[in-house]
């Protein structure tokens, strides 16, 4: 069997066309599924754009192409602060959103291998937490999460919805 070279990095601007498809098809995905999230014009070009542009949008390549996108932000998620529920730590933290693979890499574990590439990045930046988001009609995402150690610690309320919230502590 052939072992595909992986690479997880910032995304640049000349993936925008790529991660864009990858988004698209995510969306789809999510109607087909029969889930709400994602169907409300979020996330759109612009996002993606923005992600690129600050440095938030992460790619994970096999063989060079682009295989999964993922967005890490540096404590800023302003619905975060307003959680029913409690979250696991007060200090620094990175948040996961829109996580997404290409139909090409579906089903073949490439989540969890982003899952722990995030958190091997979040280690070497210092920082103790990552915190995510998902919607309630999302199950492969909560089965990763929940399977990737990290713990419920309530709900939050997203523009698209209430969303219920994860953290993990790296050791």
Same mark, same amino acid.
């Given at each position: 069997? #052939?072992?595909?070279? +992986? ?8 993936? /925008?066309?790529?991660?864009? #498809? ?8 999510? &109607? !087909? ?10 996330? =759109? ?10 440095? /938030?949008?992460?790619? %994970? ?14 404590? $800023? ?10 979250? %696991?730590?007060?200090?620094? @933290? @990175?948040?996961? /959103? ?9 089903? #073949?574990?490439?989540?969890?291998? +982003? @899952?722990? !590439? ?12 990552? &915190?995510? $988001?998902?919607? @309630?009609? =999302? ?8 399977? #990737? ?8 309320? %997203? ?8 953290? &993990?502590? %790296?050791?």
């Amino acid at each position: 069997m #052939k072992t595909n070279e +992986l690479q997880f990095r910032l995304a640049r601007n000349e993936d /925008h066309a790529a991660i864009w #498809k990858i988004i698209q098809q995510a969306i789809d995905r999510r &109607k !087909q599924e029969g889930s709400e999230q994602w169907q409300s014009g979020y996330p =759109n070009e612009g996002t993606i754009t923005e992600d690129i542009t600050s440095n /938030h949008g992460f790619v %994970l390549t096999s063989d060079g192409e682009i295989a999964a996108y993922t967005a890490l932000i540096f404590n $800023d998620e302003p619905a975060y602060a307003d959680i029913d529920g409690k979250w %696991l730590t007060d200090g620094d @933290f @990175f948040v996961i /959103h829109r996580v997404a693979v290409s139909e090409k890499f579906a089903g #073949k574990g490439l989540v969890k291998i +982003l @899952f722990d !590439q995030i958190e091997n990045y979040v280690k070497s930046q210092n920082v103790p937490s990552i &915190k995510v $988001d998902t919607n @309630f009609d =999302n199950p492969a995402m909560i089965s990763i999460i929940v399977k #990737k150690g990290y713990r419920y610690c309530g709900e939050v309320m %997203l523009a698209g919805g209430m969303r219920k919230a994860y953290e &993990k502590v %790296l050791k």
